[in-house]
């Protein structure tokens, strides 16, 4: 009697043994399988974004990673080895003068520098989105038009998939716009969007609607205003110790200004728009990158206090507090403009974005190009 209880007592043991390690295999399995099935669900590829505006070529690389799960998501991320949009200059750099030729010269000279520095990131690159924006599309628009279509015969050849787009100073404050609301943590919101071309001045009420926009843009208005004697000359740099005595006066510059702003069918297109009244006003554009490099924020006391002390400056005086000389000839300018357009709209305080935020907006956007992040 005990040999047989001992029998069944084995027997159920190593039934028990059993079936456990087949439930141990199967969970395995699946760990195994969920897993896969995991890694499997996230898809990443290297997107090109081009941005040709009336001077220069942007040339912005992302890792743009979808990810399809519950909640599906595609977002974009610059890569460790190419972490910051470069800028291509054509020789000719006056305001909208770059022919079709000098800017597909920029885009093939940016394309050979990639492959020679960075090969094996110009080898992953799938998908490139072109967009012609600024004064080059507004002032050129049927060289825009030829420039995207040899650009995109270009990139088709190379077996890559290409989508361009000219892109308008509306449209480009409005995805702008949106790419702060969906990151910033505020309940109202306005841009000021300075171009070479135009300025745009948009809020969270309008970006629905048309932007409204002047034609008193960074370069445009200084061309408008630099045959206009004796005023233009209190926004003159110093070029050397020599001209101090006629140095510049930014008080006089800010009036000079606002005078010839202040005509008809000027900025008062957009309207007298109070922008102190919400809880964020963001900039963008490249005057701020150039002149304001290391800033991400501007009062228009700070503003008055750099024009004071920048005004009265030389070239190589303003080279030394690290100005590029390109931009170091009308320096007293930009800034005298700049302070005159938050003087203008009442603006408390500027919050600088980085130029590059809404190409990476348009990296992973749905309305532009859905095709890279279906």
């Not at 003068?97 to 000098?102: F, I, V």
């Not at 309940?187 to 969270?204: C, F, P, R, W």
């Not at 919400?278 to 009062?299: C, I, M, R, S």
């Not at 190589?316 to 357009?341: F, H, M, P, R, W």
């Amino acid at each position: 009697m005990i040999s047989t209880v001992n029998f069944f007592y084995n027997q159920v043991s190593k039934n028990r043994i059993i079936f456990s390690f087949i439930l141990l295999s199967f969970f395995l399995l699946g760990c195994k399988a969920l897993s896969t099935k995991k890694k499997d669900s996230v898809n990443q590829t290297v997107h090109l974004v081009l941005n040709s505006t009336g001077y220069a070529t942007e040339f912005c690389i992302f890792e743009v990673q979808k990810q399809e799960n519950q909640s599906y998501e595609c977002k974009a991320e610059k890569p460790l080895e190419y972490s910051r949009c470069v800028e291509y200059f054509a020789d000719n750099t006056s305001y909208a003068n770059l022919t079709p030729r000098e800017t597909l010269d920029q885009i093939y000279k940016g394309l050979a520098e990639l492959e020679l520095a960075r090969p094996s990131l110009k080898n992953r690159i799938k998908s490139v989105g072109y967009i012609s924006s600024g004064s080059f599309n507004t002032a050129k628009p049927n060289e825009s038009k030829q420039v995207l279509k040899e650009v995109e015969d270009y990139f088709i050849s190379e077996k890559l998939n290409v989508k361009s787009k000219l892109l308008t100073g509306d449209e480009e404050a409005k995805l702008t716009l949106k790419e702060i609301l969906s990151k910033e943590n505020i309940s109202s919101a306005a841009l000021l969007q300075i171009g070479t071309d135009t300025i745009e001045v948009i809020t969270e009420s309008n970006r629905e609607s048309k932007v409204p926009s002047a034609k008193v843009g960074y370069q445009t208005f200084l061309e408008e205003i630099s045959t206009i004697k004796p005023g233009i000359n209190a926004c003159r740099q110093p070029i050397s110790s020599f001209f101090k005595s006629e140095s510049s006066s930014f008080d006089r510059c800010k009036q000079f200004l606002l005078e010839n702003m202040s005509k008809p069918n000027k900025i008062s297109s957009i309207g007298k728009t109070k922008l102190n009244q919400y809880e964020e006003v963001f900039a963008t554009g490249a005057l701020f990158n150039y002149y304001y490099p290391n800033k991400n924020d501007l009062t228009l006391d700070e503003l008055n206090s750099i024009g004071r002390e920048y005004c009265s400056l030389t070239i190589d005086e303003i080279q030394k507090k690290g100005i590029k000389k390109k931009n170091a000839y009308n320096l007293c300018y930009a800034v005298s403009y700049t302070s005159t357009l938050i003087e203008y709209f009442e603006i408390k305080k500027l919050k600088i974005l980085p130029k590059e935020i809404y190409l990476k907006k348009l990296a992973t956007s749905q309305t532009l190009f859905p095709e890279f992040c279906k």
